[in-house]
């Protein structure tokens, strides 16, 4: 039976200052996409479609500001609207932890639209260009759920079960974090990364990401233990996976529309010709 390591969440004390592990995941995140975004814009595609890393740069601000605006908004509307409603002054205290990553997905979403207006661009162009590297941050997050031993899983009786203390009990449990480290994270980045090295038609890209995404949530939310405050709601099934739900239906009617885009101006092409 493993134990969780119980990591001190402060990785750093500069005298009444302290920095947390979670913190410092967001930032591996926000780095992790400059690094492979600027491969990304080298990719012969991309060039041709005229992004810079200016253009990079200006969306890591804009989608820094999805994600916490984003991700605090959607805990509170998805997750505790009733007590937030009663507390209001306890929205703002995103310290003390509460982000949703649909909220946060959605915020992110608004700010690239955004984003777009400003530069002249397509809506679905920005988000093609930037949803490969959306699981780099993912994977770092998962990372920090499990250095603070928060969000852990369900019981079970694998080999690799651990004990959260943070559970208040004694019993072995799915890593559900590191269950979605490796899914929503590598295996997602790996299957975009691969996917987008070629030219695709424009919302192909991003339905790919919306399915993988909600394809991996989903399949993690069987492991993962329910928010106490809510547990399962209809159909024995998490709000996770409510809510993954329709990502995985948005995404793959967006590949859809977009491979059949693509052979319409074909075959308009073929007929002018």
């Known amino acids: ?15 009444p200052l302290a920095i947390r592990w979670y913190g410092l995941m967001y930032l591996v995140g926000f780095i992790l996409f ?29 989608g820094v500001l999805g994600v916490i ?14 007590y937030y409603l009663s507390h209001p ?26 984003f777009a207006k400003l530069r002249h661009r397509h809506w679905m162009e920005v988000t093609d260009f930037i949803a490969p590297m959306i699981p780099c941050g ?34 072995p ?15 997602l980045f790996i299957i975009l990364w691969l996917f987008a090295r070629k030219p695709r038609p424009m919302g192909a890209v991003s339905g790919l990401f919306l399915v993988g995404y909600g394809s991996f949530r989903f399949l993690a939310e069987f492991a993962r233990e329910p928010d106490s405050f809510l547990g399962l709601l209809a159909l024995h099934l998490s709000m996770g996976q409510w809510l993954s739900l329709p990502m995985i239906v948005a995404g793959l009617l967006m590949m859809v529309w977009a491979y059949r885009r693509q052979a319409r101006a074909e075959a308009a092409g073929v007929s002018r010709g």
């Open 1 to 15: 039976m493993l134990i969780h390591p119980q990591f001190d969440p402060v990785a750093i004390h500069l005298g």
């Open 34 to 62: 400059l690094v492979f975004g600027r491969r990304r814009i080298q990719q012969p595609q991309m060039a041709a479609q005229g992004w810079n890393a200016k253009d990079l740069d200006d969306m890591l601000f804009f």
């Open 69 to 82: 605006l984003g991700g605090r908004l959607g805990y509170v509307l998805f997750y505790k609207p009733e």
């Open 89 to 114: 002054l306890e929205i703002v205290r995103v310290w003390e932890g509460g982000m949703a990553f649909h909220g946060g997905f959605l915020g992110v979403i608004i700010a690239m639209w955004l």
């Open 138 to 171: 993912l994977a770092a997050g998962r990372i920090g759920n499990f250095i603070n031993g928060e969000l852990w899983g369900r019981p079970t009786t694998l080999p690799w079960g651990m004990v959260f203390p943070q559970a208040g009990d004694s019993i």
């Open 173 to 187: 449990r799915h890593p559900s974090q590191l269950y979605q480290f490796a899914g929503e994270g590598v295996a």
